[in-house]
């Protein structure tokens, strides 16, 4: 497999992506989608008040909603980071986007949510919202997520998808699996939600 970020979308198996590059990823098929130093290959699609490579860590800081959107454009795919949202504010948002559409501005496509409220759930930019928890499926998903997201911890978050099928993990446990296809191909991204704070994103 070609391990530069510019592999063949068309290429018909699954690729493996994580947030930075380290040794492992060097000798193996894990392509990084961040170099661990610098910001290189994030475009934000808005106004934010500081994003930075800072200690090994991608670190994001905006007073307004905020999607950093990558240039690595992919179909499937598995990847992997380490998040941890400021804890001085309770509302806090963040997300890990995927197969994101659009050249400018909001994006649209898929998130992984990051928060407090539903870690691990799937959102459908401009897609209808919700694709899980969908309605009905509530009493499941806290079952599922039920105390796995620990809020002053960095928490590791999986993404896979293959053709229609989307799962998502939170700290190595399976929370969400859909199947959509409105979106089978496109950017990665990290959102901020815009209530002020630093959210990191590693490994």
């Avoid at 992506?17 to 990823?25: F, P, R």
């Avoid at 959509?180 to 191909?185: A, D, G, N, R, V």
Wanted: a positive charge; proline letters at 4%.
């Amino acid at each position: 497999m070609n391990k530069s970020p510019f592999i063949p979308i068309a290429l018909a198996v699954l690729a493996f992506l994580s947030i930075n590059a380290s040794e492992k990823d060097k000798k193996s098929d894990w392509i990084a989608l961040f170099d661990g130093k610098s910001t290189k290959g994030w475009t934000p699609r808005a106004k934010v008040e500081s994003f930075e490579a800072k200690d090994g860590e991608l670190q994001l800081f905006s007073k307004v909603n905020v999607w950093v959107v990558s240039d690595l454009k992919m179909a499937d795919f598995e990847v992997e980071a380490e998040v941890k949202i400021p804890t001085d504010y309770a509302g806090f948002n963040s997300g890990l986007g995927f197969r994101l559409v659009g050249e400018k501005g909001k994006p649209k496509g898929y998130q992984c949510e990051i928060d407090r409220g539903k870690p691990g759930g799937i959102y459908g930019i401009g897609m209808g919202g919700w694709l899980y928890p969908a309605k009905g499926a509530e009493t499941e998903y806290k079952k599922r997520s039920k105390g796995l997201f620990k809020p002053e911890e960095w928490n590791k978050f999986r993404v896979v998808c293959k053709g229609p099928s989307i799962k998502t993990y939170v700290n190595g446990k399976l929370v969400a699996e859909v199947e959509h296809k409105q979106s089978l191909e496109g950017h990665f991204g990290i959102q901020h939600h815009g209530k002020g704070g630093t959210v990191a994103f590693r490994n």
